[in-house]
């Protein structure tokens, strides 16, 4: 089966401080792998993307995600967190073709 | 502005009545899509589409239809909604493998 996995329902974290969000994935051959951001009462948006190349990604308010080959893994990191980084993040990998196949969600809540 | 559109935005309908959400974007992508949203279960997809008339079946097709006659409009058909129906909807489009854009989604209730 291919999958991603959010083993974190939830993660806190005070400003300033680093957080990490948490994803690993089963799939056969090169992934691609996404993560999106939701906002309450809000869409996704894209955030960043692994595709090829260099391991570590760079996306958008400062996140950066790192492609782990051998742990199966992309984790979501941010150097120093904002309140405003509250929200449900969706780590997603594409196996093959065009469909997406989304973890259930991590909702980090950044306090003051 | 680039977007995907998404009407209606609330629907509350009974069980029975078929419904019908639009979903339309102006990027010219080739790829649509539909998930729907339900609590400690993320996103799961209901229905794709490659391109003009290509449609297949995600994760949870059952009790959805869908068509794709232009390649704006992607709309999502419950023929006999149930109450296990009742979710949070997204449509999204993208141009091939690149990232999808999300639409501002429509939240249906059926009683």
């Known amino acids: 089966a291919q999958s991603v996995a959010q083993p974190e329902d939830q993660v806190n974290v005070a400003e300033g401080n680093p957080l990490t969000v948490k994803c690993t994935y089963s799939v056969s051959g090169n992934p691609y792998l996404f993560w999106y951001v939701q906002y309450p009462n809000r869409g996704l948006q894209f955030l960043l993307k692994?595709?090829?190349?260099?391991?570590l990604v760079k996306g958008s308010y400062g996140f950066e995600a790192e492609f782990n080959k051998s742990q199966t893994s992309f984790h979501l990191k941010k150097p120093s967190a904002l309140v405003s980084d509250s929200a449900l993040y969706f780590c997603?990998?594409?196996?093959?073709?065009?469909?997406?196949?989304f973890g259930k969600g991590t909702s980090l809540l950044v306090t003051p | 502005e680039a977007q995907v559109t998404q009407n209606p935005r609330y629907l509350i309908t009974v069980t029975g009545k078929k419904l019908t959400v639009t979903c339309s974007q102006n990027?010219?992508?080739?790829?649509m899509s539909w998930y729907r949203q339900d609590p400690g279960l993320g996103l799961r997809q209901i229905y794709y589409s490659m391109n003009v008339e290509v449609t297949d079946k995600g994760d949870v097709p059952e009790g959805y239809k869908v068509s794709r006659k232009e390649k704006r409009n992607f709309p999502l058909i419950l023929e006999s909604p149930s109450p296990n129906q009742t979710s949070l909807y997204f449509c999204?489009?993208?141009?091939?493998?690149?990232?999808?854009?999300f639409g501002p989604g429509t939240r249906l209730t059926v009683l």
């Open positions: 997603a990998v594409r196996p093959s073709g065009y469909a997406l196949n």
């Open positions: 692994y595709i090829t190349g260099d391991n």
């Open positions: 999204a489009s993208s141009r091939e493998i690149n990232e999808q854009f």
């Open positions: 990027m010219n992508h080739e790829y």
